[in-house]
């Protein structure tokens, strides 16, 4: 008799067990737009309530390949479902071709940028050095000709400075020279970069979208029904 009961027990207690739902939590990295579990739509959260059994998930971000997987929950389970998107063929090649793209940018027109902008602080600082070295040159000379003792160490300080502006003058002309031609580069890259601007990343559309909205009569009632239309494929 007590094996009787034990047994009525073990059956009403599995048949229990067996009935309860499970609870499905998902932690999806990164955070999807829409998440599809089997035929119903996770609005809020990230947990459900399931029974046994195999069911479908579907969920997507833009960029990312969709996840489209079938899980197994039994009976009571608190089943925890991880998973991290990949990114999509389609933005992988358009990742590739914008770094590409920004390559030949920094070649075309950073390059150039930089070189201008340092050929001209270097010419503004050359320029003033050379006003600054003309004037030794005229300083010394009037120490040259007026000099009573010392005249050849005067000359020899005259003809020091007047080395030290030639040097400097004609290293004015030369950074002048490189300037122009950086500057030529510099609008070319412009004109390159006004041609060959990248656009931005269009997102492939959601495969588990709201696609629209049907209204039928229903025949047996005689009511309309209203049918929201997604696509699933």
Partial sequence: MKKLLFLFFLVLLSGFIKGQDARLSLFIHTTPEVVWVNDSLLIKGNKMDLPEGNHRIRAW?????PLDTVIAIKAAENKQFFYRFDRSEAYKTWEKRKTSHNNKKLIRFGLPVATTTILTGTMIYTFFSARNKHQEVLDKYDDYINSISNVSSAEADFTAAQD???????????????????????????????????????????PFAFNGIDIKSDPYTGGINLCLIFNLD
């Fill in 61 to 65: 971000v833009p960029g990312y390949s």
């Fill in 164 to 206: 030290s502006y030639r040097r400097t003058y004609w290293s004015y002309y030369i950074q002048a020279g490189a300037l122009a031609v950086s500057a030529y580069f510099l609008y070319k890259g412009i004109v390159w970069l006004q041609k060959n601007t990248f656009p931005d990343f269009v997102s492939e559309e959601n």
